[in-house]
T-cell receptor, first 116, second 112 residues
Framework: AQSVAQPEDQVNVAEGNPLTVKCTYSVSGNPYLFWYVQYPNRGLQFLLKYITGDNLVKGSYGFEAEFNKSQTSFHLKKPSALVSDSALYFCAVRDEGSSNTGKLIFGQGTTLQVKP | KAGVTQTPRYLIKTRGQQVTLSCSPISGHRSVSWYQQTPGQGLQFLFEYFSETQRNKGNFPGRFSGRQFSNSRSEMNVSTLELGDSALYLC???????????FGPGTRLTVT
């Protein structure tokens, strides 16, 4: 069965420093991977996706993610963190168990805390 | 372009009652998915509709049901509410399976 793991419940980083939020996945075929961010009392906002192509994917708000097939990872990165980046981040993979479905399987989420 | 809208935003119900939540997708999006978010279980898939047909269903009891209308708007219904149904219910829309999903702000349901 497909799964997504976010091994860190919380990541702390100082403003201006680079940040990484980790994600590993398990699928039997080619993965469709996504990153979303959630601010308090809000829905999820799409950041970026990997379907195929370049392993480095650029997304919204200066975020990027690196797809690594051999390590089955899709880590989210940003060169310089902002205090406003503090939020809950979710990695997700599209379920391939049923054909023609948009069902997403989410990781448990990682809280990013950026301190001034 | 307007985003995904969900109504109501907040709801308080009593155990045993039923509730209907509404979702209006982004214009042109034909796929609507519903997710339940709780602190303990995280984000869990409820069901997905495409062109008025349920295309996939998660592992939730039959008390949870949904439908989609010809204008792509969707509703989900929960009957015989239980305390454990208290959650943030999120609706998401997309063009199709290879596209990202865009989420609404959610409906916060509290069951007392």
């Amino acid at each position: 069965a497909q799964s997504v793991a976010q091994p860190e419940d919380q990541v702390n980083v100082a403003e201006g420093n680079p940040l990484t939020v980790k994600c590993t996945y398990s699928v039997s075929g080619n993965p469709y991977l996504f990153w979303y961010v959630q601010y308090p009392n809000r829905g999820l906002q799409f950041l970026l996706k990997y379907i195929t192509g370049d392993n480095l994917v650029k997304g919204s708000y200066g975020f990027e993610a690196e797809f690594n097939k051999s390590q089955t990872s899709f880590h989210l990165k940003k060169p310089s963190a902002l205090v406003s980046d503090s939020a809950l981040y979710f990695c997700a993979v599209r379920d391939e168990g049923s054909s023609n479905t948009g069902k997403l399987i989410f990781g448990q989420g990682t809280t990013l805390q950026v301190k001034p | 372009k307007a985003g995904v809208t969900q109504t109501p935003r907040y709801l308080i119900k009593t155990r045993g009652q039923q509730v209907t939540l509404s979702c209006s997708p982004i214009s042109g999006h034909r796929s609507v998915s519903w997710y339940q978010q709780t602190p303990g279980q995280g984000l869990q898939f409820l069901f997905e509709y495409f062109s008025e047909t349920q295309r996939n269903k998660g592992n939730f009891p039959g008390r949870f049901s949904g439908r989609q209308f010809s204008n792509s708007r969707s509703e989900m219904n929960v009957s015989t509410l239980e305390l454990g149904d208290s959650a943030l219910y999120l609706c998401a829309s997309s063009h199709g399976t290879d596209y990202e999903q865009y989420f609404g702000p959610g409906t916060r349901l509290t069951v007392t």
